[in-house]
């Protein structure tokens, strides 16, 4: 591990981003706590995703659905029969380890593996034994990542904690078409957590067994859906794309939607909703251009419910490379035709036109917590020693924060009149421990974007700065006197996030 892996890691547990669950006891692989930032940061992240993916269209909504579904559901939906991960077993200890990654921890790899022969085949000639003991590895099996549950108290109602938000939206379509006055395009959006059981969580905070997954399901008819959408507002907007007829150069290349469409001849509609998710990264997020990219998945890696299939990838610095942030996919009529078989009702719907159709789905997929670790990796510096996070000032855990120069002459008192007044609008942090230098490190540590500062001229009526204060920037270290009657309105238009 680098001095900088050692310095993130060490910056993310001291100052409160998030931990290991039940790290008192141990620890428990795969499962994390958000503290107080990494709790403001995920929660500003959800806000700005609700406001800015709700907004693609007019009829499109916030719903919360249960953690917890019966077995029928997810049979219905081919998670009990396909949601499977490769496990392998060490035959003297026992130890299991997922198949493909044992392979890419050796190996770089064009594409996923799934097939169990071709992954034991590379386990044998890359001489691959277990890290723990050094036996050797049986032969790779599937394994159901989902966690089951026992429902009630005779045990007769099998049920399983989610594998994904996705299946809320589609078992609540048809009671909120109706009462959203059956109009389409319909979008439904869930925010919330979601389970699976890895078989060997090993990338810390990034691969975990419960998250939080953003989704927008679109119900939409695909005769008409591409009509919808302004395709020639992106048509020359350049996007990062990796195909998989690509994948050997091993870099993304920058193509136009136009382009994208003549390559691949994907749907207006999807390709359309490609420059909106890019959009949102880098000029919400603000990811560095070249560290997003969209990743094609050939047929065999995608998901068994998807037609077409890219993953939302971001460059971890702390990982080594592109990693899986979302997706979006194409699902056709896949879910409620399952779920109109599985429970014998009816799901489909009559169009304006006479047709009688189930709706297709496109589903926008974020992983939260991957997304908030991105934004942590993507904006940690050391300089001159010093760690500071360069967050969007709209995402930051706190927005402002406010110090008197010295805790006396009643300039503590003064500061602390601001305070009260920004934190009602605003997320403010008060502090007065410590020189003035190490107030403004700890701040930049935590990504404060600006600190008010309150000092001798601001209470001298004799001075000409009278009743100002100074305002330090966090990412230049500018300064500037700012009058106390205007700091609203300063922070507002410095903060303000226009989507």
Known sequence: MSDYDIAFNEFIKKRGFFWQTADLYGGLAGFYDYGHLGTLIKRNWETIWIDYFLNLGDNYYLIESSNILPEAVLKASGHVDHFTDVLVECSKCKETYRGDHLIEEKIELKEELTDLDVIFKYIQDLKIVCDKCGGTLRKPMDFNMMFPLIVGSTGKDKGYLRPETAQGAYLNFYREFNALRRKIPMGLAIIGKAFRNEISPRQGFFRVREFTQAELQIFHDPKN?????????????????????????????????????KITGLPEFYIYHMAKIQQFYFDILQIPKEKFRFYEKSDKERAFYNQIHFDLEVNFQQLKGFKEVG?????????????????????????????????????????????????????????????????????????????????????????????????????????????????????????????????????????????????????????????????????????????
């Open 225 to 261: 859906f591409n009509e919808l959408f302004d395709f020639k507002s992106v048509k020359d907007y350049k996007m990062n794309v990796c195909l998989v007829k690509d994948r050997v150069e091993g870099e993304f290349k920058k193509i136009s939607c136009k382009e994208l469409l």
């Open 327 to 499: 997706g979006l996919h194409y699902r056709g009529d896949y879910d409620l035709s399952c779920h109109q078989k599985g429970s014998s009702k009816k799901l489909s719907i009559k169009i304006d036109d006479g047709r009688k159709i189930l709706l297709n789905v496109l589903e926008l997929s974020f992983g939260v917590d991957r997304n908030v670790l991105a934004l942590l990796d993507s904006n940690f510096y050391i300089e001159d020693g010093r760690n500071i996070l360069r967050i969007p000032p709209y995402l930051a855990p706190y927005h402002v924060g406010i110090f008197p120069l010295q805790k006396k002459d009643n300039l503590d008192e003064k500061a602390k009149e601001i305070y009260r007044t920004l934190r009602k609008k605003f997320r403010a942090f008060y502090d007065e421990v410590g020189s003035i230098g190490k107030r403004y490190a700890r701040l930049d540590e935590i990504g404060v974007p600006y600190c008010i500062t309150v000092d001798y001229e601001t209470l001298d009526k004799k001075n000409p700065d009278f009743d100002t204060v100074t305002i330090r920037f966090r990412d230049s270290k500018e300064q500037i006197r700012v009058n106390v009657g205007d700091l609203i309105d300063w922070l507002e238009n410095k903060i303000k996030l226009n989507l």
